[in-house]
């Protein structure tokens, strides 16, 4: 299990990035894709323009909720893999509550 946190730590950040580097980057990639993902979303519906409207509105704070939910799990993979080295059970769990 830690082999698969640390490789998808790899992936989504390194540890030479400094924290606000780390999050503007998250916060690009996140942008690029919710503006794809919601033309995408709004060809699929093919609502009428009040529908469209109504359902715009919904779907924009929706994707504030995923967007904070995603920075969250890419600050869990970055506190793992800053403190991988020093990681018990203890730790791990008191790390997971906090970020509840």
Known sequence: MKKVVLLALLVFSANSFAQSSLKEDVEVIQSIYGKS????????????????????????????????????????????????????????MLSLQRQV
């Open 37 to 92: 993902k919601a033309d995408l979303v709004r060809q699929y519906m093919n609502l009428s323009e009040p529908q469209a409207s109504a359902f715009q509105k919904i779907y924009d704070e929706y994707e504030v909720s995923r967007k904070a939910l995603g920075q969250q799990k890419v600050q869990i993979i970055n506190d793992y893999g800053n403190n991988y080295a020093t990681l018990d059970d203890a730790k791990v």
